[in-house]
């Protein structure tokens, strides 16, 4: 990708031009990607209504810029590394090649199901390849996926269901977390009890765990998969189309479900993964985050795979069998860029640096922060023990709402200060206001 900022006086010049011409900063970045069909407007918007319309006129498949193209060009680059919850477990290296052969796969399972362009799929699964394969085959056929992190209730599954109206679920027969199994089908199972909208449930064999398969609305997934093949066209999606719900973690009210779009989101996850994280093609990028939060939609699954990268995921806590777990998948995998939250900084902080010591962790160039302020007795010890002094920390602000970073270092180019964000990422103005709304 020729996007790429490659120094202070490139971040400050990619910034000047994107708040004075916005569009031409953006149709440039935007020429990057594959489309299917050149847009015609690169941004409308009004703020009275309010209506923002991003590439609008553009055709595309998402799924081409991160798999096809790829597939096409390095076909042998591991896409996804996954690690299991048991260190015993062998670890699964996932090519580009075959993961646009499973993610073809499923989405032929969901066109047999009757998945049509435009319905919404509930996904509610463990960190599993199967949960990427899923996400990306709604994606390929235009159906819109809504994950639901697999730590919920089956109340807030319901809720989740009737608000965007799902016609399907994804889910898997249990998971493993820690030293525990977790059933998982008999939450969906309770959850659809209440949601009118479903017509069926495909289901994934993870534990082998006896199951209640109801007649006529509960499929498995390796039955359905061994009557279709691996070769899926994608759907031709409108850059305003809808790619995906997903619903805010709650934390200021009611969750409220999110739409984010095909063309928009496309450009800015592909742009601000390179630019942040600073990634080149030989780095194995781990976000420990879980694919239920927007966190794992940007940088586990597209930001990622639209540049090509190496992507990790694990299915695993910080914490099991011991607080050493991350730090031996860095060392394993060699891991080059980390991304995770201060929660899991400061619980494993706590647990001692004993629990580091046997690492060399020399690996890693990047460390980031997401999902809350990092404090800075949790910024120097991540900085000193994690990064030995010698990893830039970019400490990355943003939501659910943006859909990809806001305000953060880049990785090496900006300054980076303890308990900081940092500057304001091409494209996004910052201001503060009062509770009036005044500047």
Known sequence: MSYRIKSKQQYEAAYAKSVAEPEEFWNDIASNFIWTKPWHTTLKWNFAEPLVKWFDGGELNITVNCLDRHAATTPDKAAIIWEANEPSEPSEYITYKQLLSKVCTMANVLKAMGVQKGDRICIY???????????????????VHSVVFAGFSANAIADRINDSQCAFVITTDAMRRGAKEIAVKSTVDEAVQNCESIKLVLVIDRCHLSVTMVHGRDLWMHDMAAQVNDVCVPEIMQSEDPLFILYTSGSTGKPKGVVHTCGGYMVYAGYSFTNVFQYNDSDIFWCSADIGWVTGHSYILYGPLLNGA???????????????????VIDKHKVSIFYTAPTAIRSLMACGDQFVEPYSLKS???????????????????????????????????????????????????????????????GVQPCLVDADGKE
């Open 125 to 143: 699964m463990p960190m599993i390849p199967d949960v990427a394969y899923a996400v990306l085959a709604c994606a390929r056929i235009g159906a």
């Open 310 to 328: 190496t992507t990790l995921m694990f299915e695993g806590i910080p914490t099991y069998p011991n607080a050493g777990r991350f730090w031996q």
């Open 364 to 426: 890693l160039k990047t460390l980031g922060s997401v999902g809350e302020p990092i404090n800075e007795e949790a910024w120097h010890w991540y900085h000193d023990k994690i990064g030995k002094g010698n990893c830039p920390i970019v400490d990355t602000w943003w939501q659910t709402e943006t859909g990809g970073i806001m305000l953060t270092s880049l990785s090496g180019i900006t300054e980076s200060k303890p308990a900081h964000a940092g500057l304001p990422m091409p």
